[in-house]
């Protein structure tokens, strides 16, 4: 098993930044891509940005909806994997979920066998 801590979220103004924070813990080894999904209220979850082994940003991914703003790192000796959010909008507020999966790459939620508890973001206007 594979547990995923997310921490970070948390009140902001628009344009203001934050950076959201995953550590994994358990079968670490077994992990090959961590994403981040957010959902806000009413609609569905969506794809934010992931990152494959060995996390130091050779192989990302990120939504059209985040790039140029969103930032996905990692830092595999410390199990973790880090989403630097700048210039955030009003619609960036949601749940976001940390996710682990053994495979790569890849937009899907569904193959992601591993999800963190969420942490809220929240933007102002």
């Known amino acids: 098993q594979v547990q995923l801590v997310e921490s970070g979220g948390g009140l902001v103004q628009a344009g203001g930044s934050l950076r959201l924070s995953c550590v994994a813990s358990?079968?670490?080894?077994?992990?090959?891509?961590m994403g981040w999904f957010r959902q806000a209220p009413g609609k569905e979850r969506e794809f934010v940005a992931a990152i494959s082994w060995p996390w130091n940003g050779e192989s990302t991914d990120v939504a059209d909806s985040v790039k140029g703003r969103f930032t996905i790192s990692g830092d595999n000796a410390k199990n973790t994997v880090y989403v630097q959010m700048n210039n955030l909008k009003p619609e960036d507020t949601a749940v976001y979920y940390c996710?682990?999966?053994?495979?790569?790459?890849?937009?899907?939620?569904?193959?992601?066998?591993?999800w963190g508890q969420g942490t809220q973001v929240t933007v102002s206007s």
């Open positions: 358990g079968r670490t080894f077994s992990i090959y891509t």
């Open positions: 996710a682990a999966k053994n495979i790569v790459g890849g937009r899907d939620a569904k193959p992601y066998n591993y």
